[in-house]
């Protein structure tokens, strides 16, 4: 097999990729080492910007998004058991984030390439990644018992953080920076109607509390646990009362309890990988970066490193230029460390280290003291959960 780019990974990064590529006249094929069910069933984040918004339009399957989506047009500050909204809206001029899970992403773009009669190779086997570095790259993988090899011009990897086109790359190359931190989300999504219509952000003493949704009917609920916690110390109803534990009075009267439709418990970390192109082999999403879930920021990375990825590689086959290729790295990385340092910023902000004690829960409460009473200070923070404006053009 032959094409022009082979992306390497099935989840929203690569098959929104596909998509673009798919409406500017590029053939692409996605090798995907899972199967279809499993890509669907891996539950994440649920926030998305403007920017992944448009891209979603861009690409033909925003209407979905559009139609059963959650506009949200501010968000709320859980501290000292009282709550304080942050106006999204009225802080950026009228931006504003669209509550829709990334599971339905990813089956918007499912059906529009399967609709499209598009290639996308799943349950790949021992998937490798070939000459990058040179003119001629090249994938192979097996399947049914069978080896395979697809020669292309560019290769994609939005794999993941344990994908192998980063492990891949050449170690003198590749430098990664990462932080990891000492506690984990312990989350539960449930068919109950959320607490509250927009998303509640606790810090209490009793640690960090997240109050979100994925419909008028499905809610998505976190408490921070150290790191060392295992999911099997926890039953749902030891987790709908600790998680009433942090919560102000009015939500906890709204809380509405009910099974688990999925339980379990997420480390947080920091970690980018520089850079993010190797020759004609190019990182995006996961592969690339991840960040705390904090702010809402890990799809909406991987959306904008596909939409640099796009454009550059349109006007590597439309306008001959090669320079969309040639400032990739360097583009993503800025959008990166931005988000990076507003995800570190704000998981700083609202967790309970073990190390700070009460004298760091002080500080946090006097910072969001000044967060919710300095205009300039919500500003900053709306500017940076909603998403700068971006151009991939340029």
């Known amino acids: ?72 047009d501010g968000i709320e500050l859980l501290f000292k058991g009282a709550r304080h909204r942050i106006d999204l809206h009225d802080l950026t001029g009228g931006s504003r984030v669209t509550v829709y899970g990334q599971t339905e992403v990813t089956r918007d773009l499912m059906d529009a390439r399967a609709a499209e009669g598009l290639t996308t190779v799943y349950d790949a086997q021992n998937v490798q990644v070939h000459d990058f570095e040179g003119q001629s790259p090249r994938v192979t993988y097996q399947k049914d018992g069978q080896t395979h090899e697809l020669a292309c011009d560019f290769i994609a990897g939005c794999d993941g953080y344990h994908g192998v086109c980063r492990a891949s ?10 932080r990891v931190y000492p506690f984990g989300w312990l989350g539960v999504l449930a068919d ?20 979100s949704m994925r419909s008028a009917t499905r809610s998505r609920y976190y408490v921070q646990v150290p790191s060392t916690d295992k999911i099997d110390n926890w039953t749902i109803d030891q987790f709908w009362t600790e998680l009433g534990n942090r919560l102000d009075p009015e939500a906890r009267a709204n809380l509405v309890t009910g099974p688990a439709l999925e339980m379990s418990i997420a480390p947080l970390r920091s970690f980018v990988a520089e850079p993010m192109r190797f020759g004609r082999m190019f990182l995006a999403g996961d592969a690339a970066h991840i960040v705390p879930p904090t702010g809402a920021k890990g799809l909406n990375l991987a959306a904008s490193d596909v939409g640099y990825l796009w454009t550059a590689l349109t006007e590597f086959y439309t306008e001959k230029s090669a320079v ?8 993503c990385l800025r959008r990166v460390w931005r988000a990076e340092r507003f995800s570190w910023w704000f998981t700083s902000l609202m967790h309970r280290f073990p190390e700070t004690g009460e004298f760091g829960q002080k500080i946090q409460e006097a910072e969001l003291d000044y967060l919710v009473n300095s205009r300039a200070a919500s500003v900053s923070l709306a500017e940076n959960y909603v998403g700068l404006p971006m151009n991939f053009g340029t």
């Open 192 to 211: 109950v109607p959320p607490v509250s219509h927009e998303l509640i952000y606790a810090n209490t003493e009793r640690g960090f509390a997240l109050c």
């Open 324 to 331: 969309g290729i040639d400032t990739y790295s360097d583009r």
């Open 1 to 72: 097999m032959r094409t022009q780019v082979a992306i390497i990974g099935a989840g929203p990064a690569g098959l929104l990729l596909g998509q673009l590529l798919y409406k500017s006249g590029i053939d692409a094929v996605i090798i995907e080492q899972r199967s279809p069910d499993y890509v669907l069933g891996r539950i994440r984040a649920g926030v998305l910007e403007q920017v992944s918004m448009d891209l979603l339009d861009k690409a033909g399957v925003g209407a979905r998004a559009h139609a059963e989506g959650l506009p949200h």
């Open 169 to 178: 790359a050449p170690a003198n190359l590749l430098k990664t920076y990462e």
